[in-house]
Every structure is written in structure tokens, then in C-alpha cells.
């Protein structure tokens, strides 16, 4: 089955950890995309990458990092100086850019 | 700021009551625009796209959405939901001047039997 799969599920971090989210698709899609859900505030976007190699920042890139070595992953690492981590956060890939993204199951990252 | 507006949060209906969900954006020129859903506990799900042609857009689901591109809308629309449409709706845009889709803040269906 073709898909986006995202892991773990539930993460839960201890303040002033490093934690790195998983995203993998077998879509064969170029652009890849990182998502943060918080209630009431729709979806906004982290990171993204075009191709392999490369990526850029979103709207709020601050506190996160990622890599886009090969096609298929496109690891998120929320690292200690995110203010807020805790949200769900959603992978996304697409064909190309602005057309349909198809989106993982989400992770749900909580700061204990 | 260029952005999407969705303005309902939370909308409350019974089964087999119409629905029609707003959504505004303010981008000018060309865009793509799309509904996606999100039942509980399920992955974000398109419901329909909207790329050009006939502005009247019909998904799965019983779903329909109008562009209005004079009103810079793309309403969603149901003639009548089912108990199994709560969920969660975004409405997101595509545009040339942006790196990936810009989404709403979402509105949160609950169809009541």
C-alpha cells in the first residue's frame, strides 16, 4: 500500500530533551512537508523540502530542524529550545508543490 | 496578512439538517483550493480540489464546494449530513507565491442522531 507513515504515534519527551519524528513515503513524491496541529489554530507549516538536499523553513521553524538525505524520510527534530512542543504534529508529501498533500497518521508529542 | 479563513469553529447539527462550512482566503491570482477532512482518531483526508474549470466542485461523500472567485470563497456544502460526518474540516489553499499549502483554523462538525 502506497502511504505516509509516521512513528511513534505518542511520544512523550522529558524538558530539555532532543526528539526526532519519523516520516517515510513510498508515493515516489518530491516535496515533503512538516505540520504542526494545535487546537483551534488549523495547521501550520514547519518545514518543507522540494527535493532531496534540500529544505527550507516554514512559518515557525524555530526550535526545529530536519534532513532530507534520501526521498523517502524526512526525519523532524524538535529540539530543546522549542518553546511549546507539545501539539500533534502531521507529515505530508505531494507530486509537486500547492497541489494535493497526502498526510500521515500524526505524532502526538507531549513534554512531561 | 495573506491567509484562510475559516470562520466557523464549531458547528452543531442534527442528521439530515444542510450543511455549509465558509471559507475565505486572501490570496490574489491563481490558486488551488482544497477540503480536507479529519474524522477521529484518522489521518487528514482530501474531500475535494478545486484546480480551475467548472466552479462547482463535487467530492466524495455527498460533498460539494463553490468557488466564488469575485468573493474569494470556496464554500463547502452537504445537503444533508450523516452522523458519521462529525469530524474535523479544513479548508486549504495552493498558491504560486506560497512554498506549500496554507490551511484554516479548521471547523469542528458534530452531527448529533
Known amino acids: 500500500d502506497g502511504g505516509i507513515t509516521q512513528s511513534p504515534k505518542y511520544l512523550f519527551r522529558k524538558e530539555g530533551q532532543n526528539v526526532t519524528l519519523s516520516c517515510e513515503q513510498n508515493l515516489n513524491h518530491d516535496a515533503m512537508y512538516w505540520y504542526r496541529q494545535d487546537p483551534g489554530q488549523g495547521l501550520r507549516l514547519i518545514y518543507y523540502s522540494q527535493i532531496v538536499n534540500d529544505f527550507q523553513k516554514g512559518d515557525i521553524a524555530e526550535g526545529y530542524s530536519v534532513s532530507r538525505e534520501k526521498k523517502e524520510s524526512f526525519p523532524l527534530t524538535v529540539t530543546s529550545a522549542q518553546k511549546n512542543p507539545t501539539a500533534f504534529y502531521l507529515c505530508a508529501s505531494s507530486s509537486t508543490r500547492n497541489t494535493e498533500a497526502f498526510f500521515g497518521q500524526g505524532t502526538r508529542l507531549t513534554v512531561v | ?113
Open chain 2, 1 to 113: 496578512a495573506q491567509s484562510v479563513s475559516q470562520h466557523n469553529h464549531h458547528v452543531i447539527l442534527s442528521e439530515a439538517a444542510s450543511l455549509e462550512l465558509g471559507c475565505n482566503y486572501s490570496y490574489g491570482g491563481t490558486v488551488n483550493l482544497f477540503w480536507y477532512v479529519q474524522y477521529p482518531g484518522q489521518h487528514l483526508q482530501l474531500l475535494l480540489k478545486y484546480f480551475s474549470g467548472d466552479p462547482l466542485v463535487k467530492g466524495i461523500k455527498g460533498f460539494e464546494a463553490e468557488f466564488i472567485k469575485s468573493k474569494f470563497s470556496f464554500n463547502l456544502r452537504k445537503p444533508s449530513v450523516q452522523w458519521s460526518d462529525t469530524a474535523e474540516y479544513f479548508c486549504a489553499v495552493g498558491h504560486t507565491g506560497r512554498r506549500a499549502l496554507t490551511f484554516g483554523s479548521g471547523t469542528r462538525l458534530q452531527v448529533q442522531p
